[in-house]
């Protein structure tokens, strides 16, 4: 009955750890001004990902396949995360986060494009973007963007 217990328990326990760690890892802000501060303080380029993360498919399997990739991970701390979720469940943000996204999507994801993975200098400016994701586990396309603008 023990080694039943620890054959469930500690699977567990490790998805726990490397999820918390990948989280820490990836420190995702959600306010573009709050972005633009530490990018400035930073001298740091920001990757700013439109999501619909409770209804879009490839953005579902783009965190999994890119952002929660080793690769990611690797260079995640040369940038500023910012993200921008537009979800269906309207539950998932405050008003006030939902209402900032939505004005934010309207200046900076003109066509409402999901995922789509921007690089914006310290000052707003757009630097490149990747639009779209097949689902097929080839992101090469977006890390070849991401470390081009490191």
């Known amino acids: 009955m023990r080694y039943l217990l620890l054959c469930i328990v500690l ?12 989280q ?5 802000l959600t306010d573009y001004t709050d972005a633009l501060r530490v990018a400035k303080k930073e001298n740091k380029n920001i990757i700013a990902y439109f999501t619909g993360s409770d209804w879009c ?3 579902k399997k783009l ?3 890119l952002f929660d990739s080793e690769e990611f991970i690797a260079i995640a701390d040369d940038y500023v995360l910012l993200y921008i ?3 269906m469940n309207k539950d998932l943000l405050s008003a006030d986060q939902l209402q900032h996204n939505k004005e934010l999507s309207a200046r900076l994801n003109k066509k409402k ?7 914006l200098n310290k000052k707003g400016k757009e630097l490149d973007k990747y639009s779209g994701y097949s689902m097929n586990g080839n992101t090469s396309y977006h890390l070849k963007m991401l470390k081009k603008h490191q």
């Open 85 to 87: 979720d537009i979800p």
């Open 63 to 65: 965190k999994t396949d």
């Open 24 to 28: 820490k890892s990836n420190k995702w």
């Open 11 to 22: 699977p567990i326990f490790a998805f726990a750890q490397t999820t918390e760690d990948t």
């Open 57 to 59: 498919p490839p953005c």
């Open 113 to 119: 494009s999901v995922p789509l993975i921007k690089i």
